[in-house]
C-alpha cells in the first residue's frame, strides 16, 4: 500500500498495488489521523532488512533513558544520534514511542509529563 500523508491535513491513498495512475485524496482531519496512526503502528513494527535483531527491552528502556537525558541537556536529534551511535530515525522513533507513551503531543508537554513522573531523576512511576 502506498500513502503519502502531506502536511497533516490531507493523505494520498494509491488505490493500485504499484501506487501509480490512480490515487484517493483525504481530506477528514479523522481519516488522516487514524492513516498517520495506523502508519506508526507498522512503522513501530518495522525491523530492517540487516537480519539484525530487534533491540530487547532493557536495551530500548537504556536507549530511552539515554535520549531523555540528552534531550534534557538541549541535544538535537542529529546529536543524540551520533553521541549514542544510532541513526537519527531510530533517535526519532524512540522519542515518537514515549510521546505516545506519555500521550503527549509536543515534545515540551512530554519532558513536562517525564519530569511530573520522575523519569529525569531515577524515581519513575
Known sequence: MKLKITDGSQALLALTPTGSSVALRLT?????????????LLWREARPLTGAPPPSDSARERQRREIVALMQQGFKDEAIARKLGLTTRTVRRRISEFMDELCAETRFAAGAEAQRRGWFDGSAE
Open 28 to 40: 477528514s482531519p479523522v481519516a488522516v489521523a487514524a492513516l498517520r496512526h495506523y502508519f506508526e
